[in-house]
């Protein structure tokens, strides 16, 4: 046979960076950069990127570090392992699900809401650790970014708060259960 071979079908193209890359690294590092400025973040650091990737630690809520990664290739915004301990199919990954649904609704203020013409709320659990992330529309990656800090934050603030898991945080989050304030 002469001339070009194909690959098998089970073989997938690679996936190359989009020209928009290395700005979409630069302002997500802004962003957070300055809400780490600001006081949000008790601190703050970026990992060394690859072409598709930037990883983002944060010393957040509970004094744990939390890894936001912007991935330019499968076009996402993420933080992964959020929450740990809550495994798929449980009474609090459903609880958080319902938590999380009015915000790509008009049920909540624009302002406070993911634009679905910006972005897609998703939730995942992989190994007991429930990932929270954006998918990103067209390079609305720097909107998405703020968006999914406001979530988390929401999430620590208004749902582990209000809900019925104390004994989570105390037993996942390293709360101090004599403490006031997480």
Not at 8 to 25: C, E, G, I, N, Q
Not at 137 to 153: G, I, P, S, W
Request: net charge positive.
């Amino acid at each position: 046979m002469l001339g070009k071979q194909l690959a098998p079908a089970s073989v997938r193209p690679v996936r190359r960076r989009t020209a928009t890359a290395p700005v979409a690294f630069s302002r997500v590092s802004e962003i957070l950069d300055g809400y780490a400025q600001r006081g949000m973040f008790r601190g703050f650091a970026a990992f060394p990127r690859t072409e598709t990737q930037q990883t983002f630690n944060l010393l957040w809520h509970y004094n744990r570090q939390y890894p936001f990664v912007l991935d330019v290739v499968g076009k996402t915004v993420a933080f992964r392992g959020l929450l740990p301990g809550i495994p798929a199919g449980s009474p609090m990954a459903a609880d958080l699900r319902s938590f999380l649904k009015p915000f790509s609704t008009a049920q909540v203020p624009a302002h406070r809401r993911v634009d679905a013409n910006a972005g897609r709320l998703k939730t995942r659990i992989k190994d007991d650790a429930l990932t929270l992330l954006i998918e990103v529309a067209d390079t609305q990656y720097a909107y998405c970014t703020r968006k999914l800090v406001h979530l988390a934050h929401e999430i620590f603030m208004v749902f582990l708060w209000d809900g019925p898991y104390f004994e989570y945080r105390v037993e996942n989050l390293g709360l101090d259960p004599d403490a006031s304030w997480p």
